[in-house]
């Protein structure tokens, strides 16, 4: 099952340069996506959402930009810091059964060096 | 801010041994989840639960699991008769509605369990 893939395990930028994060999917019932992101030893933290209506959503730092022609997402982070370190997971929402379940995908590990 | 919290943080269990694994989802949050990430594998889910039963379950959750909220603040997993398998990283999350890219999940900083 293969429905979210993050094809970058990961990635290396410098600080102050721009981080582009790359997720793609194979379902077109998911009906918002968003993006975590992971410090070891801790839980996933959210950080932005899209709907599955929209093609970009900003907060701050974080863009994500939505293809859905494609199948494809992406989170922009302008400008990367140290702290920005971490694992950052893509999910997707399903609704299936009356409810509604997170598929992950494996995650990229960015390093943001100072 | 509100925070959901898992306990204990390690568990060490023999194999074929009960444990038990304890959540406190945020105060207002409806809609309660366990998730579970095998080492180097993706976060899966295993099951939802709200208004006092399962929504949902994943082929994972089998006859061995079980949840419960045994009272108004824990969630709890438990696992009857644990596997070599069932090593891995279990995540509790909460969210305040059903779904909403507004209202995610959020999520605790889980339990490493390790099955001898």
């Known amino acids: 099952d293969q429905q979210v893939k993050q094809n970058s395990p990961s990635l290396s930028v410098q600080e102050g340069r721009i981080s582009i994060l790359n997720c793609d999917y194979t379902n077109s019932m998911f009906d918002y996506f968003l993006w975590y992101k992971k410090y070891p030893a801790e839980g996933p933290t959210f950080l932005i959402s899209?709907?599955?209506?929209?093609d970009k959503n900003e907060d701050g730092r974080f863009t994500v930009f939505l293809n859905k022609s494609a199948k494809h997402l992406s989170l922009h982070i302008v400008p990367s810091q140290p702290g920005d370190s971490a694992v950052y997971f893509c999910a997707a929402s399903l609704h299936t059964s009356g409810t509604y379940k997170y598929i992950f995908g494996t995650g990229t590990r960015l390093k943001v060096l100072a | 801010e509100p925070e959901v919290t898992q306990t204990p943080s390690h568990q060490v269990t023999q194999m074929g041994q009960e444990v038990i694994l304890r959540c406190v989802p945020i105060?207002?949050?409806?809609?309660f989840y366990w998730y579970r990430q095998i080492l180097g594998q993706k976060v899966e889910f295993l099951v939802s639960?709200?208004?006092?039963?399962?929504?949902?379950k994943s082929e994972i959750f089998d006859d061995q699991f079980s949840v419960e909220r045994p009272d108004g603040s824990n969630f709890t997993l438990k696992i009857r008769s644990t596997k070599l398998e069932d090593s891995a990283m279990y995540f509790c999350?909460?969210?305040?509605?059903?779904?909403?890219?507004?209202?995610?999940?959020?999520f605790g900083d889980g339990t490493r369990l390790s099955i001898l």
């Open positions: 105060s207002n949050h409806l809609y």
């Open positions: 899209i709907s599955s209506i929209k």
């Open positions: 999350a909460s969210s305040e509605m059903r779904s909403s890219p507004n209202q995610p999940q959020h």
């Open positions: 639960f709200y208004n006092n039963e399962i929504s949902e």
